[in-house]
């Protein structure tokens, strides 16, 4: 028997929002869409600039043991991807927001504008780095992804999938609105939760391609260093879809609304 106090919505103890009209153009009218699209540029830039400075600084070292190696960069990652989400909330990355247009639960015109102030923001970040690390970013790859020597495409096409599932599911799991009303400790936590997730993803991937996950960051690097491996543009999508879509057919099997 639910306590007095909570809202029982087919004996449940949390409602679900109702979905976003798939072109909501009230948004356009909102001061809070420009704000979001202001911290999602400023957010996405920031993550660029480090990341990518990260990655430099480690290739510039030549002696063993100098550099901070592939565990360091995974922290950065992980870091970065934490940080802003404390500091601001924010996707910063397109695959995450494409995720939440799958489900419904952002609009095209927010979503789209989202991934446009992710991109912009991706490209100056790295040419941020690229004004302030110029000899080592032009003769040690600018950061730009490649697939490693030894596996094939189909190979790398598999685990940029696989790691966006993982990222993209985390970020769908912590933020789950069950756990806010049953008083779990999971949404404060959130951003740690989708910080770690990033950091287990590189540290697994990055011997393969470097680790993408995240067409922003992928994007961003490809034009100021101009490389062209779309692979790390479109597996990400997959995977961000696809994660979206088991999540919800999760909720739903415990739980969720089946209206939605």
Not at 196 to 221: D, L, Y
Request: aromatic share 12%.
């Amino acid at each position: 028997m639910p306590e007095a106090g909570l809202t029982n919505h087919h004996g449940r103890d949390y409602v679900d929002p109702p979905l976003v009209p798939f072109l909501d153009m009230a948004d356009l009218k909102l001061p809070s869409f420009y704000r979001a699209l202001v911290a999602e540029f400023t957010a996405t830039l920031l993550f660029l600039y480090i990341t990518v400075a990260t990655i430099i600084g480690n290739k510039k070292q030549t002696a063993p043991c100098e550099g901070v190696g592939p565990l360091g960069i995974a922290w950065a990652f992980g870091g970065m991807t934490a940080l802003p989400e404390y500091l601001a909330g924010g996707h910063i990355n397109p695959a995450v927001t494409l995720g939440f247009l799958t489900v419904k639960k952002e609009s095209l015109i927010r979503a789209v504008s989202y991934m446009i102030a992710q991109c912009s923001g991706a490209i100056c970040g790295v040419r941020l780095v690229k004004a302030f690390m110029k000899p080592w970013y032009n003769s040690l790859g600018g950061g730009a992804k490649l697939v490693a020597p030894g596996y094939g495409i189909g190979v790398a096409l598999f685990a940029e999938i696989i790691g966006t599932f993982v990222l993209v599911y985390t970020v769908f799991s912590a933020n789950d609105l069950k756990r806010s009303a049953r008083g779990s400790h999971v949404p404060v936590l959130a951003p740690l939760a989708i910080g770690f997730a990033v950091f287990m993803v590189h540290w697994a991937i990055i011997p393969i391609t470097g680790t993408g996950i995240n067409p922003a960051r992928s994007f961003g690097a490809a034009v100021i260093y101009n490389n062209r491996e779309w692979i790390f543009l479109y597996a990400p999508f997959m995977g961000a879809a696809g994660a979206a879509l088991y999540h919800q057919l999760v909720h739903k099997a415990h739980g969720g609304n089946p209206a939605n």
